[in-house]
Nanobody
Framework: QVQLEESGGGWVQAGGSLRLSCAAS????????MGWFRQAPGKEREFVYG????????SYVDSVEGRFTISRDNTENTAYLQMNSLKFEDTAVYYC????????????????????WGQGTQVTVSS
């Protein structure tokens, strides 16, 4: 059973940056594709960024292009989401998730393909 714990959320002014971390325990993160999702008040949860288990392939939602970057350190069992040039509309609870995959290059986008989820960390961007 893999446990995921997010950290790094908080309050920031528009244009600022935050770095989210997702620490895994109870399993080897290098077996899993990782993803970051977010849910704003009154909205559906949405995919933000995903990364393959070897870190070589990524996918993201258009709204974060050029601003967010996903990475992972399998030796530290941790995934990251660097968020720059934050906008008010980035305000949401951010979740990391892990998907057990059978190939190094696979990136998962659909949330129902993820096996484990963290509790979420709040990101608030003031305009």
């Amino acid at each position: 059973q893999v446990q995921l714990e997010e950290s790094g959320g908080g309050w920031v002014q528009a244009g600022g940056s935050l770095r989210l971390s997702c620490a895994a325990s109870g399993g080897r993160l290098d077996l899993y594709a990782m993803g970051w999702f977010r849910q704003a008040p009154g909205k559906e949860r949405e995919f933000v960024y995903g990364i393959s288990r070897d870190g070589g392939t990524t996918s993201y939602v258009d709204s974060v292009e050029g601003r967010f970057t996903i990475s992972r350190d399998n030796t530290e069992n941790t995934a990251y989401l660097q968020m720059n040039s934050l906008k008010f509309e980035d305000t949401a609870v951010y979740y990391c998730a892990a998907s057990l995959v059978d190939s190094d290059e696979k990136v998962q986008i659909a949330d129902d393909l993820y096996d484990y989820w963290g509790q979420g960390t709040q990101v608030t961007v003031s305009s």
